[in-house]
Antibody, heavy 116, light 107 residues
Framework: EVELVESGGGLVQPGGSLRLSCAAS????????MSWVRQAPGKGLEWVAN????????YYVDSVKGRFTISRDNAKNSLYLQMNSLRAEDTAVYYC?????????WGQGTLVTVSS | EIVLTQSPGTLSLSPGERATLSCRAS???????LAWYQQKPGQAPRLLIY???SRATGIPDRFSGSGSGTDFTLTISRLEPEDFAVYYC????????FGQGTKLEIK
């Protein structure tokens, strides 16, 4: 059974940093693109970033370029999102997702709150 | 960046009725890389349709997708009580994006 479990969310001050993790199981992690998608409270979905199987290609939504870094460790079946220079508008539930196109498998999400 | 605009913002219908949800893209969506999702409160999205018209595994056949280019439609033929939720379209080209959502509520 495919499982994606996010962790690392929490309350952080504006300008601060946070690192999200996603532990994957139930499939061959190294064979899939992976993505992060976020959802601000009461708002719609926003694709944030994705990464190729070997980490050689990474893409970001314009609003996070230069501040967020997506990475992966295939030996640990884990996906990461390093978030720096956080802003109030980054407040959202962050979902880990398998694939870079349409998404069948999603994690349960981890809440990031940026507030002083 | 492709901007997706969904309409209506809210759709009020009764169980048994037919629902038609629209998704319009600011430019042509290549190879019909268009998906539809259902999301209920406190849950992750659930894939319904991919490739504009292919149903995902386990999705009832009352859900159907159509369209190409810049205009796409999700149709729910006969609404069941569990269908009332928020629906999102997504284009999954090089820089994926989602529509703002349509809330389907019970009339």
């Amino acid at each position: 059974e495919v499982e994606l479990v996010e962790s690392g969310g929490g309350l952080v001050q504006p300008g601060g940093s946070l690192r999200l993790s996603c532990a994957a199981s139930g499939f061959t992690f190294s064979s899939y693109w992976m993505s992060w998608v976020r959802q601000a409270p009461g708002k719609g979905l926003e694709w944030v970033a994705n990464i190729k199987q070997d980490g050689s290609e990474k893409y970001y939504v314009d609003s996070v370029k230069g501040r967020f870094t997506i990475s992966r460790d295939n030996a640990k079946n884990s996906l990461y999102l390093q978030m720096n220079s956080l802003r109030a508008e980054d407040t959202a539930v962050y979902y880990c997702a398998r694939g870079s196109g349409y998404v069948i498998y999603w994690g349960q999400g981890t809440l990031v709150t940026v507030s002083s | 960046e492709i901007v997706l605009t969904q309409s209506p913002g809210t759709l009020s219908l009764s169980p048994g009725e037919r629902a038609t949800l629209s998704c319009r893209a600011s430019q042509s969506v290549s190879s019909s890389y268009l998906a539809w999702y259902q999301q209920k409160p406190g849950q992750a999205p659930r894939l319904l349709i991919y490739g504009a018209s292919s149903r995902a595994t386990g999705i009832p056949d009352r859900f159907s997708g159509s369209g190409s280019g810049t205009d796409f439609t999700l149709t729910i033929s006969r609404l069941e009580p569990e269908d009332f939720a928020v629906y999102y379209c997504q284009q999954y080209g090089i820089s994926p994006s989602f529509g703002q959502g349509t809330k389907l509520e019970i009339k």
